[in-house]
């Protein structure tokens, strides 16, 4: 029997999700803190995974 990991989540940087979006990594936090974006806190870091990232432009794709 192989052991493997299911598949992880890619968690991204505010820096990173402000990138993709073209704002400001002010605004992902604004985003974060209204609790429009889920966020995940790793030690003392906060990321965005990968998957609430896309749901999140899926689900303001109609706006």
Do not use: C, W, Y
Request: aromatic residues 4%.
């Amino acid at each position: 029997m192989a052991n493997t990991l299911p598949a992880l989540p890619t968690f991204l940087t505010l820096q990173r999700v402000a990138d993709i979006l073209a704002v400001s990594d002010k605004t992902v936090r604004r985003l974060i803190d209204r609790g429009d974006l889920p966020r995940h806190k790793v030690g003392r870091q906060v990321r965005i995974s990968e998957r609430d990232l896309r749901d999140f432009i899926a689900l303001r794709r109609g706006f």
